[in-house]
């Protein structure tokens, strides 16, 4: 069966710091790949998804980067962290047939 | 294009009576549905879908929603509920890869 796992599950960074959050699928080959972030009171806001290995495509233009440097394997980045990047960030693979997504547990990033 | 309208940020029912949890969609073509369901500080899980199969779906923990192409709604039902229903539901269109719209959620208050 296939698994996602995020991490790390919780973090607190200060203003101006980088950040990684890494994000790995088992159980399947060649997924599709995405980074959602859930502000505070909001709905799901998709930030980046790839459909294969080094492909990345941004949905918002931002302060966070993505990369995908095996084909189970996402990474977020941020070179220096701003207050707004704080929120709830999710990572999720999707059926390619279907479209159904199935995410991680998330990750909840605090900026001071 | 393709939009998710979910018509109740807030729904507040009894413990033991019916869930109604309403969404309406816009597609320019045959759409798959979804709802998904997220605790506080989780991922989100999938409920239940429907890809033009069965206009009636079911779902997990006593869930099911029906397909009205004429009404263009897919409204989650629960003829009881529970106290553990008490989450943010949310309810998603797709063409399947990168064309996923999220509604902007309803949050279920459950009442002992």
């Known amino acids: 069966s296939q698994t996602i796992h995020q991490w790390p599950a919780t973090l607190v960074q200060p203003v101006g710091s980088p950040l990684s959050l890494e994000c790995t699928v088992e159980g399947t080959s060649n997924p599709n790949l995405y980074w959602y972030r859930q502000a505070a009171g909001r709905g799901l806001q998709l930030l980046f998804y790839s459909v294969g290995i080094g492909q990345i495509s941004s949905e918002v233009p931002q302060n966070l980067s993505a990369s995908r440097p095996q084909d189970r394997q996402f990474i977020l980045s941020s070179k220096k962290l701003l207050l707004s990047d704080s929120g709830f960030y999710l990572c999720a693979w999707s059926n390619r047939d279907t479209g159904e997504l199935f995410f991680g547990e998330g990750s909840r990033l605090t900026v001071l | 294009a393709q939009s998710v309208t979910q018509l109740d940020s807030h729904v507040s029912v009894s413990e033991g009576t019916p869930v109604l949890l309403r969404c309406n969609y816009s597609s320019s073509y045959s759409p798959s549905l979804f709802w998904y369901v997220q605790h506080p500080n989780k991922g989100l899980q999938l409920l239940l879908k429907?890809?033009?199969?069965?206009?009636l779906v079911k779902g997990i923990n006593g869930f099911e929603a029906e397909f009205k192409k004429s009404e263009t709604s897919f409204h989650l039902t629960k003829p009881s509920a529970h106290m553990s229903d008490a989450a943010e539901y949310f309810c998603?269109?797709?063409?399947?890869?990168?064309?996923?719209?999220f509604g902007a959620g309803t949050r279920l208050f459950v009442k002992a």
């Open positions: 998603v269109v797709t063409r399947g890869g990168f064309k996923t719209i």
């Open positions: 429907y890809t033009s199969a069965a206009t």
